[in-house]
T-cell receptor, first 109, second 112 residues
Framework: QQPVQSPQAVILREGEDAVINCSSS?????VHWYRQKHGEAPVFLMI?????EQKGHEKISASFNEKKQQSSLYLTASQLSYSGTYFC??????????FGAGTILRVKS | DSGVTQTPKHLITATGQRVTLRCSPR?????VYWYQQSLDQGLQFLIH???????AKGNILERFSAQQFPDLHSELNLSSLELGDSALYFC???????????FGPGTRLLVL
């Protein structure tokens, strides 16, 4: 079952912060985050494996609450290069990744 | 550059035709995954192979088939193409199941 991402889209000015949420109705043991720029391949950002774990990639960090079956991606002091569509993916039977519908992030100068 | 290669980059064909998309995973990766991304749509999982064996199937149409060869490259065959099959097709690879997936640049298929 597809994880639910929110918001669907967000527009920021450079330097502003944003939070993207990903939740699942199923038990999660890991969450994968990817960013895709228009017309390009998705690029891996990070994977969270444990409940409550936080990770960071530059000024992008994420948390994973296993009990609440949700993960959040935090983008601080956003830069123009952060623009793109962010996908969370959750593993299912056979270790396939099921991706959320994506959150479009646009950073304006 | 993820190290995953896909050919061709672009493909334009007519309805009813058959095409083959090719994917070469990173040298250390045994798993290959195929995804379809239609215009403004998310990533839809199609099929997963591990070391030559099919591991999982998603919403893959019967007109589509795939295989992974002994050298670990994979091919996705699309037949009796319809207009709605126009999409970006990505393959991704990983060392083991469930680990980070590295995506290739995609093949953009246009069915006219």
């Amino acid at each position: 079952q597809q994880p639910v991402q929110s918001p669907q889209a967000v527009i920021l000015r450079e330097g502003e912060d944003a939070v993207i949420n990903c939740s699942s109705s199923k038990a999660l043991y890991s969450v994968h985050w990817y960013r895709q720029k228009h017309g390009e391949a998705p690029v891996f950002l990070m994977i969270l494996l444990k409940g409550g774990e936080q990770k960071g990639h530059e000024k992008i960090s994420a948390s994973f609450n296993e009990k609440k079956q949700q993960s959040s991606l935090y983008l601080t002091a956003s830069q123009l290069s952060y623009s793109g569509t962010y996908f969370c993916g959750t593993p299912e039977r056979g270790n396939k990744l099921v991706f959320g519908a994506g959150t479009i992030l646009r950073v304006k100068s | 550059d993820s190290g995953v290669t896909q050919t061709p980059k672009h493909l334009i064909t007519a309805t009813g035709q058959r095409v083959t998309l090719r994917c070469s995973p990173r040298s250390e990766d045994l798993s290959v995954y195929w995804y379809q991304q239609s215009l403004d749509q998310g990533l839809q999982f199609l099929i997963h192979y591990y070391n030559g064996e099919e591991r999982a199937k998603g919403n893959i149409l019967e007109r589509f088939s795939a295989q992974q060869f002994p050298d670990l490259h994979s091919e996705l065959n699309l037949s009796s193409l319809e207009l709605g099959d126009s999409a970006l097709y990505f393959c991704a690879s990983s060392v083991q199941d469930g680990e980070t997936q590295y995506f290739g640049p995609g093949t953009r298929l246009l069915v006219l």
